[in-house]
């Protein structure tokens, strides 16, 4: 009973808010497994993989995410929980503050959690409807050598063929293992055949993490390092880093003084809506700062060397 009522409480307190934003490009596993090509494989990075894969996470690190003010009260409701966020400590610049990363900027928050995926440059994670974030195969062969990535690959594709030549359906099929799959994954979502999905999914998600121990060492290197570059090399090059986190909890947020000043205008927070912001984060006991963006880049670098 106890755990019963833990977990509504922790279900109440993640849908507190309900503003949460709207994230680009997210598909469910069941989507996201019906693959077309060897491009649109890719690698899980949920937290209790990565550990049997790469050992014990990092805990408590700083990151800080750009987002508006619907993005603040999406992560309100992400505080302690295992849904993931993407963070940055490397190449924050003006226009990201601005103009955002894949959504409209105007507001930083500075985040404490644990790290489970981080990048030394952006590794283009695509979320999860779940709150799981992925790499694309694609995305990795830029990060990896070559050679692994062409053996994680094939790997992955016999894994396909393996689950095909067990299948009844698939032993009396010649079609291609990854265009068989493709169907046979299509079909079971269009029949809304749920079992069959999970059995999918499932393989394809322990059958990746057994390929990833094979090539643990590049794949740290690639997907959990914590060797960055300067942060001027960030700034010259116009790139960031990613970090994924979770369990987080906000440290501080940052309103960018010309956001706040177009409040009421088109495609912009009306004043009553910052207003509850700011009574929200206060009653949260979260410091909120309103400041020009060199400001808020200085107190981004200043909490980072701290750390």
């Known amino acids: 009973m106890k755990d019963l009522i833990e977990s ?19 598909e469910s596993y069941s989507e996201m497994i019906q693959f077309r090509k060897p491009s649109e494989l890719f690698v899980p990075l949920g937290a209790k993989m990565m550990q049997r894969v790469f050992g014990d996470l990092e805990q408590e690190q700083i990151g800080f995410h750009i987002t ?3 993005g603040v009260y ?4 992400l505080r302690g929980t295992t849904k993931q966020v993407s963070a940055m400590t490397r190449g924050m610049n003006k226009k990201f503050i601005q103009q955002g990363i894949t959504q ?50 094939d790997d992955i594709e016999t894994a396909l063929q393996n689950y095909k030549s067990s299948d009844p359906q698939g032993q009396q099929s010649s079609k291609d293992p990854m265009e068989w799959w493709y169907f046979r994954a299509s079909d079971a979502k ?34 959990l390092t914590d060797i960055k570059s300067s942060p001027t090399n960030y700034e010259r090059m116009g790139i960031y880093d990613e ?57 981004v670098a ?5 750390k």
């Open 190 to 223: 269009r029949e809304k055949n749920g079992a069959r999905l999970k059995e999918m999914i499932t393989f394809y998600l322990d059958s990746v993490e057994k390929i990833m121990l094979k090539y643990v060492d590049d794949l740290r290197d690639a997907i």
């Open 302 to 306: 200043a909490s980072l060397q701290t």
């Open 243 to 299: 970090n994924v986190m979770d369990k987080i909890q906000i440290k501080k947020v940052y309103l960018l003084n010309t956001y706040y000043k177009k409040r009421g205008m088109d495609g912009f927070p009306t004043d009553e809506e910052f207003k509850k912001l700011i009574s929200d984060l206060d009653k949260e006991g979260i410091d909120l700062y309103s400041a020009k963006v060199g400001e808020i880049l200085d107190k």
């Open 74 to 77: 999406g992560l309100l409701d």
């Open 104 to 153: 409209k900027g105007g507001v930083v928050v500075e985040l404490e959690g644990r790290v489970v995926a981080s990048g030394g440059k952006d590794l283009f994670s695509v979320p999860e409807k779940g709150g799981r974030r992925n790499v694309m195969l694609k995305m990795l062969r830029t990060m990896i050598p070559l050679e692994t990535y062409q053996s994680l690959r």
């Open 8 to 26: 509504w409480r922790a279900y109440l307190e993640e849908n507190k808010y309900g503003k949460s934003q709207k994230v680009l490009n997210r």
């Open 68 to 70: 508006n003010l619907n």
